[in-house]
């Protein structure tokens, strides 16, 4: 470890290549702070758009014209509109004209904080994508199959949810996949309502230290490796969902 | 080993470039050019703004056309931020800052300070009266909102351990304070008690509650290159001017800012002298 | 197999598009959306109106006062989303059809830069350019500058070409095998197959994920805000701290979401039909 900092100090003085969060304690800190800060909300993320798209896509086949209807407008809202604005919209708007809470020191504040914000502008933006793609991906499972269930005895939640949901499940995860590899992606914009993410570390380096070129090198290695993480393992968890002797 | 990470970041740093200023003689080349391209605030009520049609105005903004005229030369304005202004200087995007700089050991090594400052600020957060805060200490463990790039954020933060919202501008921190998003907005003092003597009604229940802290000069900011070089030294020049003539006074009544006493030090220093 | 195959889902094509390609809604479907959020508007103006304290001037007022200057910024975002779309295609044409060249190490070099810009968040990439670009370049004698707006534009463009490219490379790898091997037994030559047999067959299938890639280009368009530029969301944040209204937060907010949705909707719509028309069956 010692090794590796003194090799980056000496490439910081000897040659103006200054890669401070290799050496300096403080700037290192921040930045994995900021590195696991990008991963827990994505991975928050995630989960929540999943939820999202899956109640949006089970309402979608409701039977009430009402849902269904609120569910196109939300869907079509949220992907034709910038997220970033999305963001802004909730932080700041839709937070402005919630009731405040009070908090320990007794003062009032926002029911909900940034990073909360964050979680739920990303979850719906998100989450409105992948409502389309489960949708999709249960239109695609045939009307028999789920005949075939409902004369086994299943109910229509039964069905969906051991029959249906698991089909359609394979047959979104390259379009779920692609969706969530930007989610991840979108996880940046954050940086705009001060959510202390990987991009809001390296600035904050960066604007003490001066050493914008290295620190954004670093970011995007860093990004391109996390994506590659993710990518890597759908890809694993798509060939171990596969059904045998049924492939695209 | 060792020599393989040097190789991958050399070549790393080859693809993303190395781009230096030439050392040209400014003052030449903006001439030729025509144009002078100074770096301003757009965020910053009343030092730099934008009025409601789209046109950027301000104490700084005065500051910057007098400099065009001085060269003779027309003045092209482009808005920067704390977090890259010296960038875009040392860039050469830009000629000059002029957008509260604050003169720091640690700015120095990077871009030039022209002496005398212009200006003169300190550390102080804007509050709701209602948040009833008394010392520094009370902000320990709340939202506090703050903008990137501020050189007061690392010594505040350290110090008395505020919950830091950093934004990317001005703004998003005033939006968010006055949407309650946070308790306080950690600024330059200045600015603050200008916004609050403005008499304007939406500041009415906010106040600058705490006592101002770790003194801070302002300087327009030229390329280390040109600091002893003819542009340097003609921006010295102009700022001793601006002193002495007591233009500084003047813009600083001009756009209602609070009369600042380093402003009035330093138009009786340079008069006398 | 077959007595399974016909229980089990369809498989539908991967398309190489950005945000995968989720079909949308049938044209009744859509007509309806568009009423609701009509609806939604009216509410926001009724709501805007009612709203209205007595002693200061209504929100709607304030929102009509702002709205001439946050439409024009919203217009240099759709002149810069223009511009951004036209370059990234040019560059990424030329990568796509590098990823599928038969020389190896073209083909290599040509997937890594595509990668390594479809997996970088665009507002890194952003940062990226607005930091890293020189502010004027030197062509022979010649110093051409290289303003803030050019540099954002090179910033969107970079995610562009990466995408482009990943459409066009899908587009001819959609065509099947068996084209190029009929073209081939009738003595084409691999230059003819592509660009006669190939191509105008891919480019149709390339079109809506091109539609689809610019609406959500127009949309990133707003991350210049963050980088210092100028733009409909900057424009819209500076309206709100000159007139320091809470209540003028929603409205305003609303308004440019507004803005954004009556551009992109539509292309999104447009792109569908395109979708289903393009369709090879089968």
Redesign the interface.
């Known amino acids: 470890m010692d090794g590796t900092a003194d090799?980056f100090r000496w490439?910081a003085e000897a040659h103006r290549?200054d890669?401070s969060i290799a050496y300096d304690p403080l700037d290192r800190k921040r930045f994995l702070i900021g590195l696991w800060t990008t991963i827990w909300l994505s991975g928050v993320c995630i989960g929540s758009s999943i939820l999202v798209g899956l109640i949006g896509a089970w309402l979608h086949g409701a039977r009430s014209a009402a849902a269904?209807?609120?569910v196109?407008?939300f869907v079509?809202?949220f992907?034709?509109?910038?997220?970033?604005?999305?963001l802004?919209?909730f932080?700041?708007?839709?937070?402005?004209?919630l009731p405040?809470v009070t908090?320990r020191?007794g003062?009032?504040?926002?029911l909900i904080?940034?990073v909360g914000w964050a979680i739920v502008s990303f979850s719906l933006f998100a989450g409105a994508?992948n409502v389309?793609?489960f949708?999709?991906?249960i239109?695609?499972?045939?009307r028999?199959?789920v005949e075939?269930a409902e004369s086994l005895g299943y109910t229509r939640l039964a069905a969906y949810r051991h029959v249906v949901l698991p089909?359609?499940f394979?047959?979104c995860l390259?379009?779920?996949g692609?969706?969530l590899?930007?989610l991840v992606?979108?996880t940046?914009?954050a940086?705009?309502?001060?959510v202390p993410e990987l991009?809001?570390a390296a600035?904050?380096v960066w604007?003490?230290v001066?050493n914008?070129?290295?620190m954004?090198?670093v970011?995007?290695l860093t990004?391109?490796a996390l994506?590659?993480v993710l990518?890597h393992g759908l890809r694993r968890w798509e060939r171990a969902m596969r059904?045998p002797?049924?492939s695209? | 080993m060792k020599f393989g990470i040097r190789l991958v970041l050399g070549a790393l740093i080859a693809v993303v470039g190395t781009f230096g200023a030439a050392a040209q003689d400014t003052i030449a080349k903006i001439k030729q050019r025509g144009t002078i391209v100074v770096g301003v605030k757009n965020d910053y009520k009343p030092w730099g703004f934008l009025d409601p049609s789209g046109k950027i105005v301000g104490m700084e903004i005065e500051l910057a056309e007098d400099v065009a005229k001085k060269l003779g030369v027309k003045l092209e304005m482009i808005p920067v931020i704390a977090a890259n202004r010296m960038e875009f200087l040392n860039q050469g995007r830009i000629d000059l800052v002029i957008a509260t700089m604050g003169d720091t050991a640690e700015r120095r090594k990077v871009v030039g300070m022209v002496e005398p400052n212009y200006y003169a600020g300190a550390t102080n957060v804007l509050a709701p009266k209602s948040a009833n805060l008394k010392k520094w200490e009370d902000l320990k463990g709340r939202k506090v909102c703050a903008v990137q790039g501020a050189y007061y954020n690392r010594r505040v933060g350290q110090l008395y351990q505020p919950d830091l919202v950093v934004f990317p501008a001005v703004p998003d921190a005033l939006n968010a304070l006055q949407g309650g998003n946070c308790i306080a907005f950690l600024f330059d003092d200045t600015l603050i008690g200008s916004t609050l003597a403005g008499g304007d009604p939406k500041w009415a229940n906010y106040e600058m509650p705490l006592a101002s802290e770790d003194p801070q000069l302002w300087a327009i900011g030229v390329r280390l290159t040109d600091l002893d070089a003819p542009f340097g030294k003609l921006m010295k020049e102009m700022s001793v001017d601006w002193h002495k003539s007591g233009r500084l006074l003047a813009l600083e009544k001009k756009w209602g800012i609070k009369t600042s006493p380093y402003l009035e030090e330093a138009n009786k220093k340079h008069r006398g002298s | 197999m077959s007595a399974l195959a016909v229980l089990l889902p369809r498989q539908p094509a991967a398309v190489g598009s950005e945000w995968g390609a989720a079909r949308m809604p049938s044209a009744l479907r859509s007509r309806k959306t568009i009423a609701a959020l009509a609806i939604l508007g009216a509410v926001w103006t009724a709501a805007a109106w009612a709203a209205a304290p007595v002693d200061r001037p209504s929100v709607l007022a304030l929102a009509v006062k702002w709205a001439p200057l946050i439409f024009g910024g919203f217009l240099f975002n759709l002149l810069v989303s223009v511009a951004a779309m036209a370059l990234g295609t040019a560059a990424g044409v030329l990568l796509g059809l590098a990823q599928i060249s038969l020389l190896r190490p073209v083909q290599a070099a040509s997937w890594a830069v595509t990668q390594f810009f479809r997996n970088a968040p665009w507002l890194v990439l952003l940062f990226f350019a607005m930091f890293l670009l020189p502010f004027e370049w030197r062509i022979g004698g010649v110093t051409v500058p290289f303003p803030a707006w050019l540099k954002a534009m090179l910033g969107l463009a970079l995610p562009v070409l990466a995408n482009v490219s990943e459409i066009v490379r899908g587009g001819v790898l959609s065509i099947p095998l068996g084209q190029w091997e009929s073209a081939e037994s009738l003595a084409f030559s691999r230059r003819q197959i592509l660009w006669r047999i190939i191509l105008p067959q891919a480019v149709k299938r390339m079109i809506p994920p091109w539609m689809n890639l610019y609406a959500i280009l127009t949309m990133a368009t707003t991350l210049i805000s963050v980088v210092g530029i100028q733009d409909a969301m900057t424009l819209t944040r500076g309206a709100l701290v000159a007139e320091a209204r809470t209540d003028l937060y929603l409205p305003l907010y609303f308004m440019l979401l507004l803005m954004f949705f009556a551009y992109c909707y539509p292309i999104a719509r447009y792109t569908q039909v395109l979708e289903r028309r393009f369709a090879v069956r089968g």
Do not use: C, H
């Open positions: 090799f490439l290549i890669v269904r209807g609120a196109q407008v079509q809202f992907r034709n509109t910038p997220p970033l604005v999305q802004a919209f932080y700041f708007a839709v937070s402005a004209a405040p908090d020191f003062a009032s504040v926002p904080d940034n994508f389309e793609i949708r999709s991906g239109e695609a499972v045939p028999a199959t075939a089909l359609a394979r047959v390259p379009a779920l692609n969706n590899v930007n992606k979108t940046t914009l940086y705009a309502i001060g991009l809001y600035s904050q604007s003490e001066f914008v070129r290295e954004m090198v970011l995007l990004y391109v994506v590659a990518v059904i002797g049924y695209a």
